[in-house]
């Protein structure tokens, strides 16, 4: 009996008829037992324009949009030239997509639920083509594999916080038992969608974006998988952003601890929560690209054979220093839970956190969260001052707060950058401060030379 492996492939991945056909080639190479797909590249950002164009009143352009998601989707069908069952499976897709239009346009509301089952449309439609392109493939190699197009919201329960449903693990464990047993069998090949779930009272949910690595590390763990495979656009993760630093490295091992604080950090392959469940489960997960399935891609483990002290860095922009002053927190008790409890009231997460005598300050990511109730019931306890338009620079590796003369070096590659705050003590994985965002990229540049390029990164 061979390896249970689950498979997770993205939205560019996804893009065409072609780009499916290669990942469904990568599939039937890799053995997947299960496929967790994206909405196609695009189509995400298009249903929720069309959530909002509907709400807006503006049906003639609600129409064009339904119009070419319609039509992207006709298109990838002709391509691989699907089945009239797998068409007429779409055709009752898009009048639910019309229904649900129509529905917000003459309410005019569109609700967070009544988007997350407009979303979820994206994955519905994905995996009917996808399991069109697998079926094909397996029929190329002479497979006797029988591809089965799967619901994932039959067993990815979730609470109904939708927008972002948190997922109920011991719900799901039970689910995956009694629908997806049969997986280790070896006969079908599983295609279903990422992303997406379902309440107890049979609501559609969303996991939040970029939630289809999420979820398909919830079905990993579910079904107690092998490996884990997540197959995107690049190939695997790399010491920082390309984009960023032509001079970036791939990684090919990493450990589960590193990859998650680079994740939380900044990192755009993997979605900041994809790890959890392959972390308690201890399941190796693997990040490769779908386009270039030969390049080595990277391994995310728990243990690693090499501990360098700088594995990569993260640059995390449009972030927000918020800033809490007042002589009363001078030897004084329970103010830091004060603070803590007005952001848990207003379901605002804190990334990093400094203090002194009388000030904290702590990191946001994302100024739309800094309310003016939020800022009203934090000024009742101190003074606030908000920063805007600065990015957080992470350096991530191992025994970073136990080696003397670290901090020295990375201060000395940007000696003419200003730094606004620095985080360090928490994590041995993590040193993060900081700067302006105009200076955010260079700041990258320049410690990446310093410890990637350099070589240093084994010192200590």
Avoid at 368 to 384: F, G, P, R
């Amino acid at each position: 009996m061979g390896q249970l492996i689950v498979s997770k492939f993205g939205g560019t991945s996804m893009g065409d008829a072609e780009c499916m056909l290669r990942s469904a080639e990568v599939s039937f190479r890799q053995g997947s037992s299960l496929i967790a797909v994206s909405a196609t590249s695009g189509t995400t950002n298009d249903l929720i324009a069309l959530g909002k164009t509907a709400e807006a009143q503006v049906w003639p352009e609600a129409e064009k949009i339904l119009t070419k998601i319609e039509s992207r989707h006709r298109k990838i069908a002709e391509d691989l030239q699907i089945s009239g069952e797998s068409q007429k499976k779409l055709e009752v897709l898009f009048e639910e997509m019309n229904s649900l239009a129509k529905g917000v346009y003459l309410l005019r509301d569109c609700s967070t639920k009544a988007m997350d089952t407009l979303m979820s449309l994206g994955e519905r439609m994905s995996s009917v083509l996808f399991a069109e392109a697998m079926g094909r493939v397996l029929t190329k190699h002479g497979s006797t594999k029988k591809v089965e197009l799967f619901d994932v919201r039959t067993v990815l329960r979730t609470d109904d916080s939708f927008g972002k449903a948190k997922a109920l693990t011991g719900e799901i464990a039970t689910l995956c038992s009694q629908h997806l047993g049969f997986l280790r069998d070896g006969k079908r090949v599983v295609v279903t969608q990422g992303f997406i779930g379902m309440t107890e009272d049979g609501f559609t949910t969303t996991l939040g974006r970029g939630g289809s690595d999420y979820s398909a590390a919830i079905l990993a763990e579910g079904v107690a998988a092998d490996v884990l495979e997540i197959w995107t656009d690049v190939a695997g993760i790399a010491t920082t952003d390309p984009r960023l630093c032509p001079q970036a490295k791939p990684i090919r091992e990493i450990s589960f601890k590193e990859a998650s604080e680079l994740a939380t950090f900044g990192a755009k392959v993997l979605h900041p929560a994809t790890l959890l469940p392959a972390i308690r489960k201890n399941i190796p997960v693997f990040v490769g690209s779908s386009f270039d399935s030969e390049a080595k891609g990277t391994w995310v483990r728990k243990d690693v054979e090499d501990h360098p002290l700088i594995r990569a860095m993260a640059l995390r922009k449009k972030q927000v220093l918020v800033t809490l002053s007042t002589p009363e927190m001078l030897h004084a008790h329970g103010f830091l839970f004060q603070i803590f409890k007005i952001f848990n009231d207003h379901k605002v997460s804190i990334d990093a956190i400094t203090t002194s005598e009388i000030s904290v300050s702590v990191t946001l990511d994302d100024s739309t969260l800094l309310n003016k109730k939020l800022i009203s019931d934090l000024s009742q306890i101190a003074e606030v001052q908000v920063e805007e338009n600065l990015s957080l620079i992470s350096l991530i590796g191992n025994n970073i707060n136990h080696t003397p003369g670290l901090g020295k070096q990375i201060f000395e590659a940007i000696s003419d950058i200003n730094v606004r705050m620095i985080c360090l003590g928490a994590s041995k994985h993590n040193f993060c401060f900081l700067v302006n965002e105009d200076q955010g990229a260079e700041a990258v540049r320049r410690l990446h030379e310093c410890f990637i390029e350099a070589g240093t990164e084994e010192m200590g």
